[in-house]
């Protein structure tokens, strides 16, 4: 199995609040993403890295930011939570140094905003 | 834009029965093609990748195939067990939108 944790694994916040998600990798492998899992959408992909300060923009990116200061960690940023990103929330890796290469994913964060 | 289907959303089969899971696309223009499974609850497994250049791909009981232009995966289990139960997921990496497009999955059950 890849090495991806993901922390929390489970948070509970309010609308408005900021929510940070890391996703860390020990493969030391450089296309990084994060997708979200909704009922009835399946999985989407918000951001991605390819390379430690490059990112990129995925399908739903509105109201998510990312970081990656480390080719280890790739953070996940809602600047203010709202109910529509009530979500599970998954980071992935890709297996080699190519994007196109089997995609590995980390165990969820299950992100509930009330 | 590239759109993935999954036929049937659940599936539900005794034990010991051979399946296949369909998946249908839009765009042809693809680097690959991945099946993944998901237990409820957890992340996704990658069970197979299949290049556009290949036809199938095997893992054990596992047979994936790769029609591009058609637009058509599929991914057939042989001699199913309890333990097969769970969503399976495709996944496209097009040319055109350089990510990984998902179907909605298939639900299945395998009961003894």
């Known amino acids: 199995d890849a090495g991806i944790t993901q922390s929390p694994r489970h948070k509970v916040t309010e609308t408005g609040t900021p929510v940070t998600l890391r996703c860390h990798q020990t493969?030391?492998?450089?296309?990084m993403y994060w997708y979200r899992q909704d009922p009835g959408h399946g999985l989407r992909l918000i951001h991605y890295s390819y390379g430690v300060k490059d990112t990129d923009k995925g399908e739903v990116s509105d109201g998510y930011s990312v970081s990656r200061s480390k080719t280890e960690d790739f953070l996940l940023t809602l600047e203010s939570a709202t109910s529509s990103q009530t979500s599970v929330y998954f980071c992935?890796?890709?297996?080699?140094?190519?994007?196109?290469?089997?995609?590995?994913f980390g165990p969820g964060t299950r992100l509930t905003v009330l | 834009k590239q759109e993935v289907t999954q036929i049937p959303a659940a599936l539900s089969v005794p034990e010991g029965e051979n399946l296949v899971l369909n998946c249908s696309f839009t765009?042809?223009?693809?680097?690959?093609l991945q099946w993944f499974r998901q237990d409820p609850g957890k992340g996704l497994t990658s069970l197979l990748l299949i290049q556009s250049s290949q036809r199938e791909q095997t893992s054990g009981r596992l047979n994936a195939s790769l029609d591009k232009s058609s637009g058509r995966s599929t991914l057939y289990i042989a001699a199913s067990q309890p333990g097969d139960s769970a969503t399976y997921l495709c996944?496209?990496?097009?040319?055109?939108?350089?990510?990984?497009?998902f179907g909605t999955g298939t639900r299945l059950q395998v009961f003894p």
């Open positions: 992935a890796i890709s297996g080699g140094d190519s994007r196109t290469d089997t995609q590995y």
């Open positions: 493969e030391n492998h450089r296309y």
């Open positions: 996944a496209t990496l097009s040319y055109n939108t350089d990510k990984l497009i």
């Open positions: 765009d042809s223009a693809i680097y690959n």
